[in-house]
């Protein structure tokens, strides 16, 4: 009935009105040149806060994630996606270090993962996508805790360079020709941020404190 | 149930129902707040401050931006679009989001949408609602509803966090707090939570982060806005940078979107054009640190996320301005604040003055529809129609000619003053004849150099002294302009003239 109420104001507010045209979709940007995009990426995103790695393969990934759980406290907690680069990185970074923990967050046990998710130091996931007009990160929720790159000050995200795109309209264009049925999409430009007291700019309010991306030539040693 | 045509402002004396009377202004207040806020110059400082900082990274990120101009005209048609096939889009998006496993309520007006949250909080047996930024929970009044059926609801963007403990309503769309300074704010984070008192920003927001932490965690439902809906797929668009959005989104189990019907647009490549518009007009950010793209509750191979998402799609007074030819543009609206930050008047009482939600040179246009011209009669006139506000709207809506056109209506409507009448009628006369017009301006020059004279007489003059009372009196040149260019014509300017 309230369905009704609503859907019939709206269509006698429109009784006679004319429906301009829809522009047409430009046509989605094709990635060529990886390293234009490469450095157009590291260039915006460091602008907002990221701390760009970029490093040649596995190996030297896994030392940047070293330095990166040395800088947070001793007996760092780990938590990490289970898609294979986050895991393998993270595990062998994560065993470099006297006494840090890993948890692997796969399972659906909402107590489990909201737990120790919560208490983590660290973050570290794969990207699905990176836009490099505007330094995003794009991050699908299919099998991967939204929580990871959201609860822990830190995020740490590995991706190679052939997830970049070069922008938003293609990365998400591509996203809906794969069939994504995600329930939530999430992209990240930069640490969490506000400038609600006297437009001074404080970086980690609700979200991670710092954001840093791992960009690997190849994801193969 | 028809909806009562917006031509005339007399439809709507009790209609707009609300759940609270807080935010709903009584006429003739809006003089007094403004007249308060005027005179207030430490608020202009902070407004400034604010204000021009924003307008200054706005112009920065366009300057950058390529096409820049195509690329408004663009977010333009896909609003014009979607606005004018709200009729098949609103199902359609009904219909996707549905699919995807949401759950959509139609809500009427405001009580009806507090209705709705109640009943979904009710069934869950929810005591603590975390709240993400939402201009539509303002608007229809959602934590005062919660508040009365016992259930505690927290504000969680940092900004809209410490409006609430000071007990005030938002005065910016986009940077709730604008007229409070970091001292205040530590004032307030002192008395009310027992902080010590905080010397930076940066510890007033770790001091936030880590009581709300403990609220996301705690909470059963997260209420939040909604920036855009595709209605192709369902998908709900949610934009921040704070990350309390993604909280209220991902921790409680249940997530309630606010949405009013002038958020769809009708595709997904529509939203990438949105999106490239509405971070830019409101802070100068190319992106904000986070958009969410909702289509429903976590599917089995989600690790985490809400089991239920609710969609509430709010009419609220809007069908009235879509009834409305010239009105409907306001409807392209995107909340991004640009034209508050360009506004004069705005920087000089601020949002509080304007007894709304929507404040500014937009909630001058949409409040009356919203709320009934009768109970905000004096907004329209908030306005010195200098375009600012026209030039910084991402979807070039004409802020000023909507402006005027609620001005004529009220004039239609209701008879202004005699002397009011009298006064543009002889100017009408006047400015029509050479003759005329000379003989009273130089009427002008004389009774300008006597009040000049005896500034005692200004207080006989009542629609003299009105205008007096901000302002100085020009005092008149003793030759006009007219007689210098005759006197001048046969020397200087002759080949010309």
Redesign the interface.
């Known amino acids: 009935m309230a369905r009704e109420a609503v859907l019939d104001g709206v269509r006698s507010a429109l009784a006679g009105a004319v429906i301009p045209p829809l522009p047409r979709v430009t046509a989605a940007t094709v990635a060529t040149d990886r390293e234009l995009l490469g450095a157009r990426f590291t260039r915006e995103a460091r602008a907002v806060g990221t701390v760009v790695h970029e490093v040649a393969g596995p190996s030297a990934a896994i030392e940047v994630v070293v330095g990166i759980l040395r800088a947070l406290p001793a007996a760092p907690r780990a938590v990490a996606w289970p898609t294979p680069l986050a895991r393998t990185i993270a595990t062998a970074a994560v065993a470099a270090i006297p006494h840090a923990t890993l948890r692997i967050v796969d399972g659906t046990n909402d107590a489990e993962v909201s737990a120790d998710v919560a208490a983590a130091d660290v973050g570290l996931t794969t990207a699905d996508y990176l836009v490099a007009e505007s330094g995003t990160l794009v991050l699908r929720a299919d099998g991967r805790a939204r929580s990871v790159s959201l609860l822990p000050p830190v995020h740490v995200a590995i991706v190679t360079r052939d997830r970049l795109w070069a922008d938003l309209g293609a990365a998400l264009a591509d996203l809906r020709a794969a069939g994504a049925r995600d329930s939530c999409v999430t992209l990240v430009t930069g640490p969490s941020r506000t400038a609600d007291i006297e437009k001074k700019l404080v970086v980690g309010v609700h979200g991670p404190c710092a954001l840093h991306v791992v960009l690997l030539e190849r994801g193969e040693a | 149930?028809?909806?009562t045509?917006a031509s005339g402002w007399r439809a709507s004396p009790a209609s707009p129902s609300r759940c609270t009377d807080v935010a709903a202004p009584a006429p003739g207040e809006f003089r007094a707040r403004a007249a308060a806020a005027a005179a207030d110059v430490a608020l202009h400082r902070?407004l400034d401050?604010?204000s021009l900082?924003?307008l200054d990274k706005r112009a920065q990120v366009f300057a950058a931006l390529s096409d820049a101009d195509a690329r408004r005209?663009?977010a333009r048609?896909?609003k014009?679009?979607a606005i004018?096939?709200?009729?098949t889009l609103?199902?359609e998006l009904?219909q996707r989001f549905t699919a995807?496993?949401g759950v959509v309520?139609?809500?009427?007006d405001a009580s009806?949408a507090c209705a709705i949250v109640l009943d979904i909080a009710a069934r869950a047996g929810v005591r603590l609602v975390v709240k993400g930024k939402s201009m539509v929970s303002e608007e229809i009044g959602l934590n005062a509803a919660l508040g009365a059926a016992g259930i505690e609801a927290v504000e969680?963007?940092?900004?809209e966090f410490?409006v609430q403990l000071a007990g005030e309503p938002p005065s910016h769309i986009i940077?709730?707090?604008i007229h409070?300074?970091?001292e205040d704010?530590a004032e307030l984070f002192a008395t009310r939570l027992g902080e010590p008192r905080h010397a930076t920003?940066?510890a007033?927001?770790?001091a936030?982060?880590r009581i709300?932490?403990a609220k996301?965690?705690a909470a059963g439902m997260g209420v939040t806005g909604v920036n855009f809906a595709s209605a192709e797929?369902g998908t709900l668009v949610v934009v921040e940078?704070?990350?309390?959005g993604?909280?209220a989104?991902?921790?409680p189990r249940i997530h309630v979107a606010l949405m009013g019907?002038e958020k769809l647009v009708?595709?997904?490549?529509?939203?990438?054009?949105m999106?490239?518009l509405l971070p830019r007009s409101a802070?100068g950010?190319?992106?904000?640190?986070?958009?969410?793209?909702?289509?429903?509750?976590?599917?089995?191979?989600?690790?985490?996320?809400p089991d239920e998402?609710h969609l509430v799609?709010l009419?609220n007074g809007r069908?009235?301005l879509?009834?409305d030819?010239v009105m409907?543009e306001a409807l392209y609206c995107l909340r991004c604040g640009a034209c508050l930050n360009a506004c004069p008047v705005y920087r000089r009482i601020g949002g509080h003055a304007y007894g709304y939600a929507y404040s500014g040179p937009i909630g001058a246009v949409i409040a009356p529809a919203l709320l009934g011209i009768e109970r905000v009669a004096d907004l329209p006139y908030a306005s010195t129609l200098c375009g600012a506000c026209r030039d910084v709207c991402p979807v070039r809506i004409d802020i000023p000619r909507l402006l005027l056109e609620w001005r004529a209506r009220i004039a239609a409507a209701v008879p202004r003053p005699w002397g009011e009448r009298l006064l543009v009628r002889s100017w009408r006369r006047i400015a029509a004849s050479p003759a005329l017009y000379h003989a009273a301006a130089a009427a002008a020059r004389v009774a300008g150099a006597i009040i000049a004279r005896v500034p005692a007489l200004v207080p006989l003059l009542p629609p003299l002294a009105a205008w007096r009372r901000a302002r100085e009196l020009p005092t008149f040149a003793a030759r006009s302009f007219h007689r210098r260019w005759r006197e001048r014509r046969g020397t200087r300017f002759s080949d010309g003239a």
Do not use: C
């Open positions: 149930m028809p909806t045509r902070k401050t604010a900082r924003f005209d663009r048609a896909v014009a679009h004018a096939s709200l009729d609103l199902p009904e995807n496993g309520h139609w809500a009427h009806a969680t963007d940092l900004g410490i940077t709730p707090a409070l300074s970091q704010v920003a940066e007033l927001t770790a936030a982060r709300l932490r996301f965690r797929s940078n704070e990350g309390n993604r909280m989104m991902t921790l019907i009708a595709r997904d490549e529509d939203l990438a054009a999106l490239e802070t950010q190319s992106l904000t640190s986070y958009v969410s793209l909702i289509t429903g509750p976590r599917r089995t191979a989600e690790p985490d996320g998402v799609i009419d069908t009235r879509l009834a030819p409907r």
